[in-house]
């Protein structure tokens, strides 16, 4: 599946995977679990929600979500952050151009779509709080991108993070692990702690996407299944499962079950 | 009238003497029933900890089941897993609760009762063979599972606390 890797295998990203069910079903406002003073938050989906029963076709993936502490106290600093998806679904990357980090350092986002465009697979935005010395925290926001990559000879998602003001860009590799259970797939990412004020981050959305053409084929970056019997209209799936480890030792998590309706 | 005064407060206070002896173990009691919350999760937990492990290994195959429509054999685990659910439910809601969260664990006990008719349906449906019932009664089973935990937030249950990953 990968290019020169891993080909024509079905990684696992999202896709359906039946229990019962109908939809609408906890998806209105995400889920939420609160760990002491700290609440993380998920929510997401697939679109569109009607889907083969017997073959996976394009989809794309939304996923947003965060931490807020209940007291409204400071955030703690985020050390690794890890997004488990399910394992029936596809996620290829067969003849999509990758982008490495270090093309992405200190690129704006136009100059980053311009150098990476052709390996684009998502964007969203990303808040965080910034934790300056003798000044009160403050908010800023980012412009996220995604980008097909490999680091270290492994196939990877390249997050890049770029705030206006004040002027600051985050590059963040998620590598792409594979794994046994519900969610078959991981996107994992270590926050390192000269990224400054960026680990106390609050809420991201992101929107995963991506048509392309290889070979003459048309292809799409995620695509997905709702692999249900005949008899029945809809299933439901876990669907994705968010994980922050602290700088304190601890590791918050949450997940998310969603449906799909056959087609 | 004095000597019979006097004999009348001192049956007055031999009463006071013995209605407080009568309700200060009431009261001490009640005063160890009412726990603080962490001490109340901390006992919820323990119990609900066996029984959602129970759950997963009742549950083991019944999406697989649903996959090849074998629904009578997903029908008995259902029915394992609403067994468990109800003698889960009946063991915590004994368990004495911090008076500040009495309204809103009154609110989660009436989810928590939900999700164990909404178990008990899903079981019956599948028992006779309805796939349609099934599966809507499944969509309000998770929906209900969320508002219950949105209502507990604070509590950060883990094992008390509604997960669909349990399920199959």
């Known amino acids: 599946m990968l290019p020169g890797g891993l080909r024509g295998r079905a990684l696992a990203a999202l896709a359906a995977l039946a229990l019962l069910g109908g939809l609408g079903a906890g998806a209105a406002n995400g889920e939420r679990t609160q760990h002491g003073e700290l609440i993380v938050a998920l929510d997401g989906g697939l679109s569109p929600l009607k889907l083969p029963r017997d073959r996976p076709a394009p989809v794309s993936m939304h996923l947003e979500g965060g931490l807020k502490t209940a007291d409204g106290g400071l955030l703690p600093q985020v050390t690794a952050i890890e997004l488990e998806l399910p394992g029936q679904g596809v996620l290829s990357t067969q003849g999509l151009p990758t982008c490495s980090p270090r093309q992405l350092r200190d690129t704006t986002s136009a100059k980053a779509r311009e150098t990476c465009g052709e390996a684009l697979v998502g964007s969203g935005t990303l808040e965080a709080d910034v934790l300056l010395l003798n000044q009160n925290p403050f908010k800023i926001q980012a412009d996220l991108l995604a980008f097909n990559g490999r680091v270290r000879g492994r196939r990877a998602v390249i997050l890049h993070a770029s705030a206006a003001k004040p002027p600051i860009v985050v590059v963040v590799p998620l590598l792409i692990e594979h794994r046994s259970g519900s969610f078959e797939t991981a996107l994992v990412g270590e926050l390192s702690p000269t990224l400054g004020p960026w680990p106390h981050f609050a809420h991201f959305e992101m929107t995963l996407s991506r048509r392309y053409a290889y070979r003459g084929r048309e292809r799409s970056y995620l695509s997905a299944s709702c692999p249900i019997p005949r008899r029945f209209t809809a299933g439901f799936f876990s669907f994705a499962k968010a994980t922050f480890s602290l700088a304190d030792g601890r590791e918050v998590s949450t997940t998310i079950a969603r449906g799909c309706r056959a087609r | ?168």
């Open chain 2, 1 to 168: 009238m004095q000597a019979s005064k006097r004999k009348s407060r001192c049956r007055g206070w031999i009463a006071a003497i013995v209605t407080s002896a009568a309700l200060l173990p009431a009261g001490a009691a009640s005063a160890a029933e009412a726990p603080t919350r962490a001490e109340y999760v901390t006992q919820l937990e323990s119990l609900c900890k066996p029984d959602a492990a129970a759950t997963r290994v009742a549950m083991k195959g019944a999406r697989a089941d649903i996959r090849r429509e074998r629904l009578a054999a997903a029908a008995e685990k259902f029915a394992a897993a609403s067994s468990i659910f109800a003698g889960t439910v009946k063991e915590i809601s004994a368990v004495a609760r911090p008076s500040a969260d009495e309204a809103k664990l009154t609110k989660w006990f009436g989810y928590l009762g939900a999700q164990e008719s909404y178990l008990r349906r899903i079981t019956a449906q599948l028992r006779a063979d309805h796939a349609i019932p099934a599966q809507r009664l499944t969509a309000r089973f998770i929906h209900n599972g969320n508002l219950a935990n949105n209502t507990v937030l604070a509590f950060g249950f883990d094992y008390c606390s509604f997960k669909f990953s349990r399920y199959g």
